[in-house]
């Protein structure tokens, strides 16, 4: 045998042991995601939506996924909506009527949420027990203000979430909402990254002196992760917190009850 006959037959055993590109790469969207955000919002979140919106459809480049949006969940029926892998909803939360029960027979039935913000907010007034318990129980208790940057402490490395992230990082600047009680009371919540007591005393005209923060988390009855971040249009300065963003995404994604698309 030549040596060159010898090399051939070398290259094409590396060859045939690597993964077919097939396996690899998507031949058609691996699924669908629906951006649910408010342009009626005030205006700092109406700028973190469209900067969201905007770093999401960069994730969709090549047609991996599909992504849609929508102001509004009225126009949708429940077929249609369980089409979707997920709603992203960024600084919206169902209103009033049919929207509220729509959402809730789409997440209990198996129905993905990512979770920004003000989309999580809710007070005495919300009057929708259902989705304070689907949070993991804490109401709008206190934020910093004006928003600002913030060291935030990963809280495990056992999560598909966090397990490729630093033990601490800075996080881009935000306005940072405290809960009570702390999800993290609720044995059905998986606390993932919260803000360090490190940062007390923590704001400059309102300041948040002390208290329990968790700021990413899950409640392990729902497909869903929340993150708090997402005031104004300077959050995606940050590699670490856009790398936990597409890890939040990705591993929502992954628990779809009709099979994990990245498989
Ligand atoms: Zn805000």
Not at 29 to 41: C, H
Not at 135 to 158: H, I, K, S
Not at 209 to 235: A, C, I, Q, S
Request: charged content about 20%; proline content about 6%; some cysteine.
């Amino acid at each position: 045998m030549t040596h060159f006959k010898r090399i051939s037959i070398f290259v094409l055993a590396l060859i045939c042991a690597l993964p077919a590109f097939s396996q690899l790469y998507a031949s058609k969207p691996r699924f669908k995601a629906l951006v649910y955000y408010s342009d009626t919002a005030e205006s700092a979140h109406v700028e973190f939506a469209e900067q969201a919106i905007d770093y999401f459809r960069h994730l969709s480049w090549g047609e991996g996924f599909i992504l849609d949006q929508t102001t509004s969940l009225a126009g949708y029926t429940y077929d249609k909506l369980k089409e979707y892998t997920m709603i992203i909803a960024i600084n919206a939360s169902p209103g009033a009527g049919g929207e509220r029960a729509l959402f809730e027979k789409y997440m209990e039935n198996g129905g993905g949420w990512l979770g920004f913000h003000a989309a999580a907010y809710n007070d005495a007034n919300t009057g929708w027990p259902w989705y304070v318990k689907f949070l993991g129980g804490g109401v709008f208790y206190c934020n910093n203000w004006p928003p600002q940057p913030a060291l935030l402490d990963v809280d495990t490395d056992a999560s598909p979430v966090t397990r490729s992230l630093p033990s601490q990082f800075v996080a881009a600047e935000s306005e940072w909402y405290q809960w009570k009680p702390s999800p993290r009371q609720n044995p059905d919540v998986e606390v993932l990254v919260s803000l360090s007591s490190r940062n007390y005393p923590f704001g400059i005209k309102d300041i948040v002196t002390g208290g329990d923060f968790p700021v990413v988390w899950r409640n392990k009855n729902y497909r869903m992760v929340y993150l708090n971040f997402g005031h104004g249009d300077r959050e995606f300065l940050d590699p670490t917190q856009n790398l936990l963003v597409v890890n939040a995404f990705r591993y929502v994604a992954s628990l779809d009850p009709s099979g994990d698309p990245f498989q």
